[in-house]
């Protein structure tokens, strides 16, 4: 304001003598130039960041600092990153800018597992700002911090426990089937990501909500549709998630969510009359509903010194976030999971191989069993474990891992103050990707999970390391492992002759999605 002011008084004094003769619109016109002039300077002095830190890192430009490629539509965030990981090979941390936000890239691994794991109290929120007692359905785990998300997390984690998953496993087992049906009775080639669609929402309905989605083979569905429409990929969205990454509380302020009010509240209103009707009926369940009904029957939690009410709607927030994540990243996991197995067939082979192998030392032959395989055997399919894995560590869903400071943090390696309210990046993609933990990267390999040499656990990200890591990762890893082998044990599966070798990531998706259609062929066995 003080240079807009300035820069106003010195045009006024130069033009002095002509003050008089101008008219209201030379006023604008100089008005509008000097604040041109002073955004410019300011995006200027935005991009001296780093430099002023003597931090190294790629040259920004002004606003787009160094995410054009995403409006290009040539690259995504995850590769942007991935790139300037593997650009400064010799640097323990790279300064770069998302737009006008100066941002720290972590590339050494002492320091982001001190980040990560050991001082995650400095950096325990990631983006967003959770509201629980203004805006409770938009305020979950991901987005909540400090004591909030210390209370939460420990209200939350006993859901997710061997047991409860065993519990479990027979819904997701059921949904396996009906999904093996869909596919016999689809002709070939598959749009994978669509019919992977259907299956994981009708795992997360079934198991988080009590819910039957609908007959898969239904063509017009509207759970199903509002659900892959819940956080669409696409301009608006990366828009949307620009806005609460670079200003959270005037996102809050706007009511710019993650996900549109009334996909929120279509939701909401799903799952609390499932609760309402466990709560008065005789329906009892083993699935998240039930474990949700048990959190509230706390009442309140203890967060410092006060207590927060646990009223439906806090444990509908949470619930719902876990629809999203149910919605969104398994079903892009799911897909990258089969497109391996398609594209490596040697893989798929030695994989079946195992299925069966243990389906009938265990269970008897499968086909006798109406392909039924145990919660039990699944536990014995250590090279499918390596496939999921793997495919995780060649395409993360979670390209990028995000810490928000919230508390100063001294870097000492390179001399750098870390300030509250800056935000840190690391590359999962980068990380994985990188020789020094992982031989031949490019390759994909589940072998090198099987073996005794294995890459070391902190630099594998699929799942993000420490207390925030994902609270879903068995639960999701169930549900994969479940299915891949049901379709192992059915189907030879092969990429459609359109299908490219090396699959493009979409660029405005904040999690790593194939920007094309992906054709498969899945011939019965
Ligand atoms: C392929 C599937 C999934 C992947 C790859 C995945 C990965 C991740 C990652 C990388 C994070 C952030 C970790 C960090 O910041 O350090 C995360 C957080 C989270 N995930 Fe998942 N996730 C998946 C599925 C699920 C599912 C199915 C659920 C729930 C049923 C779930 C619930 C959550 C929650 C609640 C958080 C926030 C945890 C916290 O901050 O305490 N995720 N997930």
């Not at 998953?165 to 396996?176: A, E, I, R």
């Not at 795992?203 to 898969?216: E, F, K, N, R």
């Not at 499968?366 to 395989?373: H, L, M, T, V």
Request: glycine share 6%.
């Amino acid at each position: 304001v003080t240079f807009l002011v300035h820069t106003l008084k010195s045009s006024i004094s130069v033009f002095s003598s002509d003050l008089a003769n101008m008219d209201f619109l030379t006023y604008i016109i100089l008005g509008l130039t000097a604040l041109l002039v002073y955004f410019w300077m300011k995006l200027l002095n935005i991009n001296r960041h780093w430099e002023k830190h003597g931090i190294p890192g790629p040259k920004p430009l002004p606003f787009f600092g160094n995410m054009l490629p995403i409006l290009l539509g040539s690259k995504s965030a995850g590769e942007i990153l991935k790139e300037i990981y593997q650009s400064y090979p010799n640097e323990k941390v790279v300064g770069y800018y998302h737009f006008i936000q100066p941002r720290l890239l972590i590339r050494d691994r002492a320091i982001m597992e001190r980040i990560l794991v050991k001082d995650y109290h400095s950096f325990s929120s990631r983006l967003g700002e959770a509201d629980v007692e203004n805006d409770p359905l938009n305020s979950n785990l991901f987005n909540m911090h400090s004591e909030v998300w210390r209370a939460f997390r420990s209200l939350m984690t006993p859901m997710f426990t061997p047991e409860k998953l065993k519990n479990m496993y027979p819904l997701m087992d059921s949904v396996g089937d009906d999904f093996i049906q869909l596919l016999k009775e689809s002709k070939d080639p598959v749009d994978l990501l669509q019919n992977v669609n259907t299956f994981t929402i009708q795992v997360i309905s079934s198991t988080a909500l009590g819910i039957d989605a609908g007959p898969m083979d239904q063509k017009s569905n509207e759970f199903r549709e509002r659900a892959i429409n819940y956080a669409p990929t696409g301009v608006k969205t990366f828009l949307k998630f620009g806005a609460i990454f670079l200003a959270p509380k005037l996102a809050q302020k706007f009511g710019i969510n993650f996900t549109s009010k009334e996909t929120t509240n279509y939701f909401s209103d799903a799952f609390k009359t499932v609760v309402n009707h466990r709560k008065s009926g005789d329906v009892v369940r083993n699935d998240l509903v039930q474990q949700m009904i048990t959190i509230q029957q706390n009442k309140s939690v203890e967060i410092g010194s006060t207590q927060v009410q646990i009223t439906d709607d806090v444990v509908a927030g949470q619930a719902l976030f876990l629809l999203f994540a149910g919605f969104v990243t398994s079903p892009l996991a799911l897909t990258y999971m089969i497109y391996d197995l398609a594209a490596n067939p040697e893989v798929q082979e030695k994989a079946r191989d195992e299925v069966r192998r243990v389906t009938e030392a265990v269970d008897g032959k499968w086909k006798i069993n109406n392909g039924k395989i145990s919660y039990e055997t699944l536990k014995d399919m250590r090279y499918l474990e390596g496939i999921i894995k793997e495919s995780l560590r060649m395409s993360p869903t979670h390209p990028m891992i995000v810490r928000r400071c919230t508390r100063t943090y001294p870097i000492p390696e390179v001399s750098y103050t870390v300030s509250e309210g800056e935000n840190i990046m690391v590359s999962a993609l980068g990380i994985h990707h990188d020789s020094n933990y992982y031989s031949n990267p490019s390759q994909f390999s589940p072998e090198r999970w099987t073996g005794d040499d294995r890459p070391p656990s902190s630099c594998y990200l699929a799942w993000g390391i420490g207390p925030k890591m994902c609270i879903g990762m068995r639960f999701a890893s169930l549900e994969f492992k479940s299915v891949l082998a049901k379709l192992l044990l059915n189907f030879k599966i092969s990429l459609h002759h359109s299908v490219k070798a090396q699959l493009k990531p979409a660029p405005f998706g904040i999690f790593t999605a194939p920007a094309h259609k992906i054709l498969i062929n899945f011939e019965k066995l």
